[in-house]
């Protein structure tokens, strides 16, 4: 297993701004996955990052609204831009395990919320 | 979409009942995957069980998967205090050689003292 930190865990913030989250792991991994869940909802895939490469994101999802740096094995972060209250959600990010099969490790979540 | 629809929805049963929740899925997968929040928090991944498994136990959780019917069941045992929380089962989907993963619409489980 991977232990996975976020920073910030929760943020009020106001309509316009942007916000910036951090999300280490304590081992190397390829991929880094980030999720939005709205209140109330299941996960949605934002985007995949891999080490060296562009960001994949996912369809409804773009690259001005949620920039991604991905500067090494153990680090990403997403920035929520010019961010509005349809943006309050709980974004959270993950990492493959080592096994066979994909399953995912989470962070403990950050609770965004815009005035 | 390829997202897993649960039911139901929510669940209230009381504590040392079993819980069972089930979902159900759209296309040919090669694993599922059971997941537990915790009151908005991360999630916690519970259990995988593969395509050519029907069943699968870990302690109190009990999993099954029929792949003719694109559904499985996750039934909780002797339930406790502590296993309130919302259930997600997930499914991968290969999307350009990067595994993805796909998540239902979870339950909201209660557990009464």
């Known amino acids: 297993s991977a232990v996975i930190s976020q920073k910030p865990s929760r943020d009020i913030c106001q309509r316009g701004t942007s916000l910036t989250i951090q999300c280490q792991v304590d081992?190397?991994?390829?991929?880094m996955f980030w999720y939005r869940q709205q209140p109330g909802q299941s996960l949605t895939l934002i985007a995949t990052?891999?080490?060296?490469?562009?960001?994949?994101?996912e369809s409804g999802f773009v690259i001005d609204k949620f920039p991604i740096s991905r500067p090494n094995l153990t680090f990403s972060t997403l920035t929520v831009s010019n961010m509005s209250p349809e943006d309050s959600s709980i974004y959270l990010c993950?990492?493959?395990?080592?096994?066979?099969?994909?399953?995912?490790?989470f962070g403990p979540g950050t609770r965004l919320t815009v005035l | 979409s390829q997202q897993g629809e649960e039911d139901p929805q929510a669940l209230s049963i009381q504590e040392g009942e079993n819980a069972t929740m089930n979902c159900s899925y759209k296309?040919?997968?090669?694993?599922l995957q059971w997941y537990r929040q915790n009151s908005g928090r991360g999630l916690v991944h519970l259990i995988l069980?593969?395509?050519?498994?029907r069943e699968k136990h870990s302690g109190r959780l009990r999993v099954t998967l029929d792949t003719s019917k694109k559904s499985s069941s996750l039934l909780i045992t002797a339930s406790r205090a502590a296993d309130t929380a919302s259930y997600f089962c997930?499914?991968?989907?290969?999307?350009?050689?990067?595994?993805?993963?796909?998540f239902g619409t979870g339950t909201r489980l209660t557990i009464i003292p």
């Open positions: 993950s990492v493959e395990g080592r096994g066979a099969y994909n399953e995912q490790f």
């Open positions: 997930a499914t991968p989907i290969s999307n350009f050689g990067n595994e993805k993963l796909t």
């Open positions: 296309t040919s997968i090669n694993n």
């Open positions: 081992s190397q991994v390829t991929m």
């Open positions: 990052a891999n080490q060296g490469s562009e960001a994949t994101y």
């Open positions: 069980i593969r395509s050519n498994e």
